[in-house]
């Protein structure tokens, strides 16, 4: 498990709620009305940074679900699901 790269995926959203569990923590995540405009430039390249993060997370978690997929489809249990899948039109009633 250590070497497929399973645990990338685990880690990455640990991280996502480590990250926002400090902010309750801190209160960081509340914004004065008052100082919100001394407070934009720094919460702006937050933002853009779990932004990003976010997007990784999109991107590796769409990649392992279309090679799961993918490397499913191709194997011989896989082939025959999908053979019964297609030929067998008892799933559209």
């Known amino acids: ?6 645990w ?4 990455l959203h640990g991280a996502l709620l ?3 569990l400090n902010l309750v923590r801190t209160r960081q995540y509340l914004i004065d009305t008052t ?3 001394k407070q934009l430039p720094i919460q702006k390249k937050r933002r853009l940074a779990v932004f990003v993060f976010y997007a990784v ?3 590796f978690t769409a990649y392992r679900l279309i090679e ?4 499913t489809a191709l194997s011989p ?5 999908v053979k019964n899948m297609l030929l067998n ?3 559209f009633h």
């Open 1 to 6: 498990m250590l070497l497929s790269g399973e």
């Open 8 to 11: 990338i995926l685990a880690a």
């Open 18 to 20: 480590l990250y926002f």
């Open 35 to 37: 100082d919100v405009f």
């Open 57 to 59: 997370l999109f991107v």
């Open 68 to 71: 799961t997929a993918i490397k």
């Open 77 to 81: 249990e896989g082939r025959e699901m």
């Open 89 to 91: 039109d008892s799933i």
